[in-house]
């Protein structure tokens, strides 16, 4: 895949049991080819499905709502059922729904023995509570600045995005997350309580941050990646969050430069003697109907719209 692919693949590698089990350590790593950006690993703090999350304890109103109106609309007690059955634990003021699968220091000690390895670590955290548990792992063991990345970020709180920006990670996030996820979000009212897809919030704390798009958990679509990180829209014409918006310019560094960047590969951005990976549209970028018409791969077009 790698010989045939334009642009360039990378890939990393996890446990063979799947996402739920904890990854066997370097030593059961396979040898071989890890593609154009080295080896790397991912871990799963939280999700798939189920965020490790922390909100204010008056939170679990909106929660039962939600469960209650899916049971209404669907006929079914499922919605209900999932809602009693989260783990949820009070602790004073806070509501925290436990998914975390890694206990602090299996976590800590995995990640340790990854990095001394030479793997880059992808940690996947979906709620506050698995970031924050990333964030303070990496300090643990002291790791260097943009050894770790962190994914996804889907609901941060200020206190726990310092947490990230010291533990000196990358953070990717998934613009298009918004229209995938937005309206389950904002059904909860988790929204009112937590930054949701907090681009904004992780830059002016100094994050190393890149947009991805997780396909297909997200849209595949760079524009629509990057138009959802700058206007924020969700289906229906609804904005969730416009405060958190990027602007244009960071938006395209992120996806671009910045994403580059968190897999190793220096880039340098348009400038001469920088390796020719570019895309041309046919108007604004972040205008509704703008299109690419050339891609270019190394310096040459590899792909340009075939004009009548
Ligand atoms: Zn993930």
Request: charged letters at 20%; glycine letters at 12%.
């Amino acid at each position: 895949m790698a010989e045939a692919a334009a642009p360039r693949l990378s890939w990393g590698i996890g446990a063979p049991e799947g996402l739920l089990t904890p990854p066997g350590g370097p030593a059961t790593a396979p040898e071989g080819r890890y593609g154009a950006a080295g080896r790397e690993v991912k871990l799963f703090l939280d999700g798939g499905d189920r965020c490790a999350l922390s909100l204010p304890a008056y939170a679990l109103g909106g929660l039962t709502v939600q469960a209650l109106r899916q049971c209404t609309a669907t006929r079914h007690f499922g919605p209900l059922r999932d809602a009693l059955r989260r783990r949820t634990r009070l602790h004073g003021r806070r509501l925290d729904i436990a998914y975390l699968r890694y206990p602090d220091h299996a976590l800590t000690g995995l990640l340790d023995q990854y990095l001394a390895a030479g793997f880059r670590v992808r940690m996947h955290a979906l709620g506050n509570l698995a970031a924050r548990q990333a964030a303070q792992a990496l300090r643990t063991i002291g790791a260097e600045p943009g050894a770790a990345i962190i994914d996804h970020l889907v609901l941060l709180d200020p206190v726990t995005t310092e947490l990230v920006a010291a533990g000196g990670a990358w953070a990717t996030y998934q613009p298009g997350f918004q229209t995938a996820f937005g309206p389950q979000i904002t059904a909860a009212g988790t929204d009112r309580h937590l930054a949701v897809l907090g681009g904004r919030q992780l830059l002016d704390s100094g994050v190393p941050l890149a947009l991805a798009s997780d396909y297909p958990a997200g849209p595949l679509d760079p524009l629509e990646n990057l138009r959802s990180a700058v206007h924020r829209t969700l289906p229906y014409g609804r904005v969730i969050q416009p405060a958190q918006g990027l602007t244009p310019t960071e938006a395209v560094r992120c996806l671009t430069t910045a994403a580059a960047g968190s897999l190793g590969i220096p880039a340098g951005g348009l400038t001469p003697g920088e390796r020719a990976d570019l895309v041309i549209c046919d108007d604004d970028p972040f205008g509704q109907d703008s299109r690419v018409v050339q891609t270019w791969v190394g310096g040459r077009v590899v792909w340009h719209e075939e004009r009548p």
